[in-house]
């Protein structure tokens, strides 16, 4: 039996968990705490670094006390700390990186740092107990990534955004709308009312070569279309979401399919891969029933963790920890172990030049 104590401070959610993996059984979710700090935000329409850090101080101690309560479990029966060291926002991954350093090292356990992208990763393996390899589609409000994932540790990247990720895209939209932060669900609310056929926007990059995404194009022909208009009525509004929605629904549809004949080709002898997807954007339904569609055409299986595991958390932190402690893969430098802001999951291939958001949300 392993238990492991996650915790997630790299973005606007505060997270503690406690997960367990006994031998020959489906890993548990002992504990899943996870304090979002949406409200501190909203006021200035994004998340602030400054307010985020000072928010996970002030909370990180009581949330992963409570994740211990949860768990049933004292600190003395947990066999690791995992804490997410990178990507995100340096002031509040130095906060969750720094309490787990002196937990673990208060309480004599190893410490592993966790890249918070193979969270995502690694995700529905804990849900569903997914075999390597297959194929995830990352979207949230600072990646928009596809990624083979092929074994622990084991990551190549197949396509990022070359500009916004798509939430990002969501909630630009949203704030030039005038809609309330966060903006991907209530651009997706707008949209159940709107007219999707009323606006031609772009579907940046079908029908390129090049795998990757791209939303600025999008964004800007949103921005030009709400100026024609203006002042814009309350159906405008539900109009550009809807016409907004169903282009990024289109130009997702045809970046997934490159990737999903590329795995096809790639890996032959799986009769029925899977596609996994995770992050914020996941939540929309027009998107998801878009993949959906797109994996029943390909003879995909197309698994999407429940949403409160595909949003930020912290037992995807500790289930990584797991899969590490699990591969023999634990860092004997972990104590030494620096924040890093930017860190790709891939470290192979090349950085994107303009992609995600000043190394915010992941
Ligand atoms: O994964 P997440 O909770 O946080 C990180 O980015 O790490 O994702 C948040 C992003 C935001 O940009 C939000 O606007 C977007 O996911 N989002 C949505 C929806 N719900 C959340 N975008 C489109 N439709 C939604 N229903
Ligand atoms: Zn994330």
């Known amino acids: 039996m ?8 790299s973005c606007d959610e505060t997270a503690a968990s406690v997960v367990s993996l006994a031998n020959d059984s489906r890993p548990e979710i002992l504990s899943n705490i996870v304090l979002s700090q949406i409200e501190e935000h909203a006021a200035f329409g ?10 996970h101080v002030e909370a990180l101690d009581g949330i992963v006390e409570a994740a211990l309560a949860d768990s049933g479990f ?4 947990i066999d690791a700390i995992a804490a997410t ?22 309480a004599g356990k190893p410490l592993i740092a966790i890249n918070h992208l193979e969270g995502h990763a690694l995700t529905a393996r804990l849900t569903d107990g997914l075999e390597f390899p297959y194929l995830l589609l990352l979207v949230s409000g600072g990646h928009t990534q596809i990624v083979r ?24 939209t949203a704030k030039m709308l005038g809609l309330p932060y966060p903006g991907g669900p209530n651009v997706e609310k707008a949209a159940a009312t709107g007219d999707s056929t009323r606006f031609a926007f772009p579907r940046p990059m079908k029908g390129s070569a090049q795998p990757d995404f791209s939303f600025s194009g999008l964004k800007t022909a949103v ?11 309350e159906q405008d509004v539900c109009d550009i979401c809807a016409s907004f929605q169903a282009a990024v629904a289109d130009a997702l549809a045809d ?3 490159r990737a999903l004949n590329r795995f096809r080709a790639e890996f032959q002898a799986i009769e029925t891969p899977a596609l996994v997807v995770a992050g914020g954007v996941a939540a929309n339904r027009a998107i998801k029933q878009t993949l959906e569609q797109l994996c029943r055409q390909t003879g995909f299986r197309f698994v999407a963790p429940p949403l409160k595991l595909c949003t930020d958390n912290a037992a995807m932190i500790a289930w990584a920890g797991i899969e590490r402690l699990q591969s023999g893969m634990v860092d004997a430098d972990a104590f030494d172990f620096v924040p890093r802001s930017r860190w790709p999951l891939d470290g192979v291939s090349a950085p994107v030049v303009g992609s995600g958001r000043r190394g915010a949300k992941a």
Not at 74 to 77: E, F, G, K, M, P
């Open 46 to 55: 994004g998340v602030v670094p400054e307010i985020a850090a000072r928010a």
């Open 74 to 77: 004292d600190l003395s029966d």
């Open 223 to 233: 921005r030009q279309a709400s100026a024609a208009i203006a002042p814009l009525t």
């Open 2 to 9: 392993i238990r492991v104590l996650g915790i997630e401070t």
């Open 255 to 257: 970046r997934v399919l």
């Open 149 to 172: 994932v092929a074994g622990v540790g084991d990551y190549q990247r197949w396509a990022t955004t070359i500009d916004d990720a798509l939430g990002e895209a969501f909630d630009k």
């Open 85 to 106: 060291a990178g990507p995100g926002l340096v002031g509040g991954l130095i906060v969750g990186l720094m309490t787990a350093k002196a937990i673990a090292a208060a």
